[in-house]
């Protein structure tokens, strides 16, 4: 079955400096998708970054960026220049692929991590 | 702002009731998905329709249903409600109805409080 594993229950970060949040996940699929998302205080989910299986580069998207690592299915969040504006429980969520169901979409989250950056 | 909306937004009821929770997918997003979270429990999926039609099922009680109407918007009905389903409840939804690279995009949430 496929789990997502967020080990680092909540974090504190210096504001400027850089994070990383570990994010670990079982599956035996081959084709798969990783995605970060956001959850402020306010409780909105905030999509961040997305990556695929099948990408070979690290997936980038302003501050944030994933490192990949297939064979030790690990898909971290960094978070770079760190902001006040970016303290927030962090989630990571897998999409199985084709060939797990075949048929449905939904999304397998990790239990988060909370951030704090500190000022 | 995801394009995804929820209504209400807050909702407070008595035990042993029945509400109804509205979400209306981003324009063009034939998939609605239904996610629960609690803090005991985390995200969990509910359930998930497309184009219309039920297309899988998590962690949903028998007391609770869903369904989607032809101009897509979807309703989560819970019942009987027990002070544990006392939650925030999330829908999201996608152009597809799965696949690996099956982009979600989450509405700002209904918080229920069952007293």
């Known amino acids: 079955a496929q789990k997502i594993t967020q080990t680092q229950p909540g974090m504190f970060v210096q504001e400027k400096e850089a994070v990383t949040l570990d994010c670990t996940y079982d599956t035996s699929d081959q084709s798969y998708g990783l995605f970060w998302y956001k959850q402020p205080s306010s409780g909105e989910m905030i999509f961040l970054i997305y990556?695929?299986?099948?990408?070979?580069q690290n997936a980038t998207e302003g501050r944030y960026s994933l490192n990949f690592q297939k064979a030790r299915k690990s898909a971290n969040l960094v978070i770079s220049a760190s902001q006040l504006g970016d303290s927030a429980m962090y989630f990571c969520a897998m999409s199985p692929g084709q060939d797990y169901g075949g048929s449905q979409g939904n999304l397998i989250f990790g239990k988060g991590t909370k951030l704090s950056v500190k000022p | 702002d995801s394009g995804v909306t929820q209504t209400p937004k807050h909702l407070i009821t008595a035990t042993g009731q029945r509400v109804t929770l509205r979400c209306s997918p981003r324009?063009?997003?034939?998939?609605v998905y239904w996610y629960q979270q609690s803090l005991d429990q985390g995200l969990q999926f509910l359930i998930q329709y497309y184009n219309g039609e039920e297309r899988a099922k998590g962690n949903i009680l028998e007391r609770f249903s869903a369904q989607q109407f032809p101009d897509l918007h979807s309703e989560l009905n819970l019942s009987s409600l027990e002070l544990g389903d006392s939650a925030l409840y999330f829908c999201?939804?996608?152009?597809?109805?799965?696949?690996?690279?099956?982009?979600?995009?989450f509405g700002p949430g209904t918080r229920l409080t069952v007293l």
């Open positions: 990556q695929g299986s099948y990408d070979e």
């Open positions: 324009s063009g997003d034939l998939s």
């Open positions: 999201a939804s996608s152009v597809e109805a799965g696949g690996w690279d099956n982009e979600q995009f």
